[in-house]
């Protein structure tokens, strides 16, 4: 089961702001999710990040690690757009209000405190 939009939702972590894609159901496919434009019609860019081994952790160590996620992403809440983790796959979804050097910034952020996870590539969409 994936997790809601903007929520990093686990009954482990909290959420990062409410959300208008709130009445969506879990496992829906990202495509029908992850919007491509903000709320002025602005194109959004995305990286996605894998957390090696994540779910195969203690739920204490999984806790750990969604709330360091959470405290980077709500640091830059105001440019973040969306963000799905996806605990069957270990992947973190998240697109951002394009700013240069963001698609690096956010993920080194995480990667400081989460040494194992990886970038996997950051998206701009044309």
């Known amino acids: 089961m994936s997790a809601s939009p903007l929520a990093l939702k686990s009954p482990l972590s909290t959420s990062l702001k409410p959300s208008a894609f709130a009445g969506l159901q879990p496992d829906e496919p990202l495509w029908k999710r992850v919007p491509s434009r903000d709320d002025a019609g602005h194109l959004l860019s995305d990286f996605r990040m894998i957390f090696p081994g994540l779910r195969q952790k203690s ?3 999984q806790q750990h690690t969604l709330r360091i996620i959470n405290a980077v992403l709500h640091h ?3 440019w973040v757009v969306f963000a799905d ?3 069957r796959t270990n992947l973190l979804w998240v697109s951002i209000r394009p700013r240069p050097g963001l698609t ?3 993920p080194a952020a995480i ?3 989460v040494p194992e996870a ?3 590539a950051p ?3 044309r």
């Open 123 to 125: 998206y701009w969409r």
């Open 59 to 61: 739920g204490i160590r």
């Open 85 to 87: 983790l996806n605990m």
């Open 76 to 78: 830059y809440g105001s």
């Open 118 to 120: 990886l970038l996997l």
């Open 104 to 106: 690096l910034e956010i």
């Open 111 to 113: 990667k400081t405190l």
